[in-house]
């Protein structure tokens, strides 16, 4: 990337610092493994439901052990409304199941590590590893991958890919919040249908609100 990508991706930053100057996961947890359980049930489901769905599942399942030994048909009668639920239920046991057994009931704290286990793909990997470890992170979901198409830092829906461009530009240590600002931006001003460019703080540094408006 050349160097200007790299400047324009700071102000972009910083204007993202001024909106929301204080950002953190919208997941609701209190254990590692609840964020890693979360994260997985949070695929094609909102935060808000997830958040209400948890609360019950966590107190029915306080651990990873309760989780490794859970019947799995019990688990999706829990998660029934976060969707995909038959498919979640078995990812989340057989998770702790290999959390339990391989690793000692601990979560793993690098990537790599991460996507070993059942249903963990880079942006739950990236999530743990950031949020619980203060790793390294760029989690690149559908927010992120919306606004930063918008905003031409990134091109395709490709979330791997994604992931490698924003690392070619956005400094390690600002990643992690970086996207939790986006996410929050893409909920309250750029969502994807009906975008209020007129109230968005990063209109100048958009490349579609430039496309779109006459200068």
Known sequence: MRKTEKNRALEIIEL???AYPEVKCALVYSQPHELLIATRLS???TDKRVNMVTPALFKRFPSIEAFANADVAEVEEYIKS???FHTKAQDIVEMCRMLHDIYKDAVPDTIEEL???????RKTANLVAGDLYGKPAMVCDT???RLTNRLGLSKG???VQVEKQLRAVIPADE???FCHRLVWHGRLVCSARSPQCGECTLKE???EYKKATPR
């Not at 996507?115 to 793909?121: N, Q, R, Y």
């Open 16 to 18: 993202l610092k001024q």
């Open 43 to 45: 695929a094609q489901c």
């Open 82 to 84: 976060c969707g995909l």
């Open 115 to 121: 996507v070993k286990l059942p249903g963990v793909g």
């Open 143 to 145: 927010h992120v991958i």
């Open 157 to 159: 829906k490709d979330a």
């Open 175 to 177: 990643g992690l919040n």
């Open 205 to 207: 540094q958009c490349r």
